[in-house]
């Protein structure tokens, strides 16, 4: 059953999508990702938080959840047109803390390696940080001691540079670990072809909303999932896990 939003509390002042903090009919807190978030960030979002579900990534769980558009009508100078009604894409908000960089040695050897190489997959440069700071949208679970990962909005990117990336990924130091290894990089292209099997069900799951970008849905978004998974089968070309 799709959750239901019941109220706004308040924007993060985080991220480029600064998203909205809602409460669902299930009594949970979520970061909402809306219309203002543009559909490709949803769509992103959902495909990539999908595939990196199948991988068992540490994901933070989230949801397809529904804006009444009546709740729309008590805005309360938080922007409320940039929420939009409709499906939209929701985070479940944790306890949770920051991952510093001093934390980066706290996390289990292998999910750094599973989340260098899950980046690298869907081209997601958008998880960088160095002694001298940044912003690896990566959370750390103190009660249970292990890393949520979040924020796939600017996942596939065209314009992505290796170099940057095996330079200032929160992870770069696991590259040799996987870049030196041909038998770790069979493991991990046969786990994405596994999960690619999934492709059309993530599809499937895609709300119809979602392909337009306004709300009558008269003008079509940006979204090419044809393009993507162009991109994402890359993974079984020889020159995949080739740095240059």
Not at 91 to 97: D, G, P
């Given at each position: ?9 308040d ?13 669902g009919d299930?009594g949970?807190?979520?970061f ?7 559909r490709?960030?949803q ?17 933070a769980?989230?949801e ?12 309360n ?28 040695y706290e ?10 190489a ?7 440069s958008?998880?960088?940080m160095?002694?001298e ?10 009660k249970?001691?292990?890393?949520v990962?979040?924020?796939?909005n600017?996942?596939?990117d065209?314009d ?11 992870f770069s ?5 996987l ?5 770790r ?14 492709w059309?069900?993530?599809?499937d ?13 008269t ?9 993507i998974?162009?991109?994402?089968e ?11």
């Open positions: 059953m799709t959750v239901q939003i019941v109220e706004v509390i924007r993060s002042i985080q991220g480029i999508t600064r998203p909205f903090i809602c409460r299930d949970n807190i979520y909402v990702k809306g219309l203002g978030a543009t490709q960030s769509v992103y979002e959902w495909v990539a938080g999908n595939l990196g579900l199948y991988l068992g990534l540490p994901i769980p989230f397809i959840v529904d804006i009444p558009e009546e709740l729309l009508e008590f805005d100078d938080l922007g409320l047109s940039e929420l939009g009604s409709g499906p939209a894409f929701g985070s479940l908000k944790q306890h949770i803390t920051e991952l510093n960089y001093a934390g980066i996390v289990d050897e292998e999910v750094r390696r599973d989340v260098l899950f980046d690298w997959w869907i081209r997601n958008d998880r960088m160095t002694e700071g940044g912003n690896p949208n990566l959370f750390w679970d103190p249970d001691s292990h890393l990962v979040i924020d796939h600017q996942a596939f065209p992505f540079n290796n170099d940057d990336f095996l330079e200032f990924h929160v130091l696991m590259r040799l670990d870049f030196d290894d041909w038998e990089q069979r493991r991990y292209t046969t786990r994405f072809a596994n999960a690619l099997e999934n059309q069900t993530i599809c799951s895609i709300p119809r909303e979602w392909y337009y970008a306004d709300k009558e849905m003008v079509p978004a940006d979204i090419n999932l044809e393009e998974l162009a991109m994402l890359l993974c079984q070309s020889d020159e995949f896990w080739s740095q240059q």
